[in-house]
């Protein structure tokens, strides 16, 4: 693991909050545990109680990023279940018997998937 934060210029070096902060960011991003990150930033030259707090910071701004991204997509996944709904419900008045079939069983395969 250190030949890794080596070939990225982080060992030994001196870095400020900022650095420290981004650094800890990008390595959650790359899937790392917290221990893995605080590590790295002890190894890094910064104090193992500041490693903490840097690591914390990076992580919650790493699940806000993570919950931010998520938001939009399942907003817009909603939307879309809702127009499906609205066409099946237009067809069964308009007596479009086989549109409102084929909306019901869209509307239904897509209400599952969302479920997951």
């Known amino acids: 693991m250190k030949d890794t934060y080596i070939a990225m210029g982080v060992d030994g070096l001196k870095m400020d909050r900022k650095e420290a902060i981004d650094l800890a960011l990008n390595l959650f991003r790359k899937d790392l545990d917290k221990n893995d990150v605080v590590k790295t930033l002890i190894e890094s030259n910064i104090p193992e109680s500041t490693a903490y707090r840097y690591a914390k910071k990076a992580l919650d701004q790493y699940e806000w990023e993570d919950d931010k991204d998520d938001e939009p997509k399942k907003n817009l996944e909603l939307n879309a279940l809702n127009?499906?709904?609205k066409s099946m419900k237009w067809a069964e008045a308009n007596q479009e018997t086989e549109l409102a079939v084929k909306?019901?069983?869209?509307?239904?395969?897509?209400?599952?998937?969302?479920?997951?």
């Open 83 to 85: 127009t499906i709904y």
């Open 103 to 116: 909306y019901a069983n869209l509307y239904i395969t897509n209400k599952k998937r969302l479920k997951k």
